[in-house]
Every structure is written in C-alpha cells, then in structure tokens.
Nanobody
Framework: VQLQASGGGLVQPGGSLRLSCAAS????????MGWYRQASGKQRELVAS???????NYTDRVKGRFTISRDNPKKLMYLQMSSLKPEDTAVYSC??????????WGRGTLVTVSS
C-alpha cells in the first residue's frame, strides 16, 4: 500500500490548510492512521491519529485547532488545520499501520506558517 501526502504550503499565522493523504488501496487495510510532523532540528512527533472505527487522538499542542478525518470510499485521510502558528511549521507525513503491525509512510509535505 502506498500513501501520498499533499496540501502543504505557505500560510500566515492564524490561517488554515487542509492536508490530504491518498492511499493506493482501501483504507480499511489499516487498523489506524495518523499524521506526523518533524520540524527542523526536532524529533518527529505524532500530531493526530484515527482508528478504523473513527476514534481520534491529538497531541495537546493541536487540540481544538486540528481535525483528522478519513474517507474510506475515496481512500483519503485529511488533516484540517486552523489557527495555525509559526511553531506548526514542519514537514507533515501520513502513516498507516496495518493489522499485522506494519507501517506505511507517505512522502511528507511542507507546511510553513509565517508572515
């Protein structure tokens, strides 16, 4: 299964962006999916995750500002980001974990929050 993230770009503080993660196969092959980000010089962190049943989790840093969702028929996962801050600047990657525990990663997309 291949994943491809898209939707990054330059946005001003307070602005919004929606990231998309397209899968080559049915999303139901994944027990869970998530969005990770890695800022320059920092470790990668899990931003948000969503289970096959739709249960979501967020890091405290984005709670109330980001929303993760998945559209199984369209084989797409989204990350709606609002009230963006400069500290949200990072390369965002999507991940899917299969029921056998294997991880699939999509190439990242850069989000830059700057005035």
């Amino acid at each position: 299964v291949q994943l491809q993230a898209s939707g990054g770009g330059l946005v001003q503080p307070g602005g919004s962006l929606r990231l998309s993660c397209a899968a080559s196969e049915d999303l139901l092959v994944f027990s869970a999916m998530g969005w990770y980000r890695q800022a320059s010089g920092k470790q990668r962190e899990l931003v948000a995750s969503i289970s096959s049943g739709g249960r979501t989790n967020y890091t405290d840093r984005v709670k109330g500002r980001f929303t993760i969702s998945r559209d199984n028929p369209k084989k797409l996962m989204y990350l709606q980001m609002s009230s963006l801050k400069p500290e949200d600047t990072a390369v965002y990657s999507c991940n899917g974990r299969t029921y056998s525990g294997k991880d699939r990663w999509g190439r990242g997309t850069l989000v830059t929050v700057s005035s």
